[in-house]
């Protein structure tokens, strides 16, 4: 029997620190939430941005081209990986 942490290197989900907003003027860091993800791949139209202050906060949490995700929180059980041309950091 194995888990899937024995595949994979699981990363919880990060809020925005306390006092941190999203922005709609694209930066360098889109920010990916639950409603963002498709079946492997990512919407493309309404996707949230944050500054590079916010993004040095949560930088552990961070997911890339051949990510694989998995929602836990809201939709539960959306999966998928992140095709590198669709790739956001």
Known sequence: MSTIGDYFN????KRLPKGSS???TPTKHAYI???DFKKNGLKS???????PEV?????????NSNSVYLS????????????EEEAVN
């Open 10 to 13: 699981i990363k919880g989900g």
């Open 22 to 24: 999203l922005s709609e």
């Open 33 to 35: 939430r639950v409603t």
């Open 45 to 51: 139209k309404g996707i949230k941005y944050i500054s």
């Open 55 to 63: 993004h040095q906060q949560i930088h552990k949490y961070t997911i």
């Open 72 to 83: 836990i929180a809201g939709t539960i059980g959306i999966a998928g990986i992140i095709p």
